[in-house]
């Protein structure tokens, strides 16, 4: 059976739908190849390590992890986008552009991670990013730490700025386009977020994050317009929560049973 290639990417509400869709996929024991950008980068270490449970793994693991914690807007600064925007326009004030500090994460990821490279996890996944300085897309090579490709991964605004690492500033693909931008190879890309719709905004912050928002929305639409995409067709129900990962679930399971044979 060949492989099916995934393309996997938002920035943090689509990560109980993304593991929704891939955990039916290992379910039906079907070999994936992941293609994965932003807050989907986590996947291969839990993945290579827990197999059919790595989404009840690395849910323990944010939950024990204080940045992350954050990160996953636990914290009231962080209860919605909008407030994400708002708050932030307060701290640039304050000539503070960023809410968390890389050192921190860094630390925070080393002792849990450890000097684990890109090739102990397997090769059946890339993680993308973009060097904004040469602009052009980084992928993570084997001998790479995993920690650098998840710090490159986090570096989403207004949470983190870019991520300084062998002379290239690099952000997520996800941060510009919801998914990797290179999908040209991918059977399938699954998004939560292509699914989102922010309020009417109702101030300049508000006004400027709805307007990055659609951009990001805008090239997702473009470049996956011949692609199978999984995603909810509405959000009726929390984008981290049970729901959310097992409509998911239900919903690659169709996809598997019309496509394919298992």
């Known amino acids: 059976m060949e492989k099916i290639k995934i393309a996997s990417g938002d ?16 379910n039906y024991d079907i070999p994936i190849f992941l293609r994965l950008s932003g807050i989907s980068s986590l996947y291969p270490f839990f993945i290579s390590k ?3 449970n790595f989404f009840g ?4 693991f944010i939950n024990n992890s204080k940045i992350l914690n954050r990160y996953f ?3 009231r600064i962080y209860e919605n986008l909008y407030n994400q925007a708002i708050t932030l326009w307060k701290l640039n004030r304050k000539k503070q552009f960023e809410f968390e500090s890389h050192k921190e ?58 991520y300084e690492f062998e002379e290239k500033y690099l ?18 890309i699954t998004s939560l977020e292509c699914s989102l719709k922010l309020p009417t905004p109702k101030n300049g912050a508000e006004i400027l994050l709805f307007s990055f928002f659609l951009r990001k929305k805008k090239l997702f639409d473009i470049i996956t317009k ?20 097992n409509n998911a679930k239900k919903l690659a399971q169709m996809w598997i049973n019309k496509k394919m044979e298992v």
């Open 50 to 52: 827990y197999k059919n």
């Open 11 to 26: 920035f943090k509400y689509g990560l109980y739908w993304n593991s929704g869709v891939i955990t039916e996929f290992i």
């Open 226 to 245: 011949d692609k199978e995409v999984l995603s909810p067709l509405k959000i009726s129900f929390e984008s981290l929560s049970g729901a959310s990962y």
């Open 73 to 75: 807007f636990k914290d």
């Open 105 to 162: 994460l860094e630390k925070e990821l080393k002792n849990y991670f450890g000097n684990i490279k890109i090739k102990d996890l397997g090769d059946n996944f890339e993680i993308e990013s973009y060097d904004i300085l040469k602009k052009e897309i980084y992928y993570f090579k084997p001998e790479d730490l995993y920690v650098d490709a998840l710090l490159a991964s986090f570096s989403s605004p207004p949470f983190f700025k870019y």
């Open 57 to 60: 793994k690395m849910i323990e």
């Open 171 to 188: 952000i997520p693909t996800a941060e510009i386009s919801l998914c990797p931008l290179n999908i040209e190879d991918i059977d399938i």
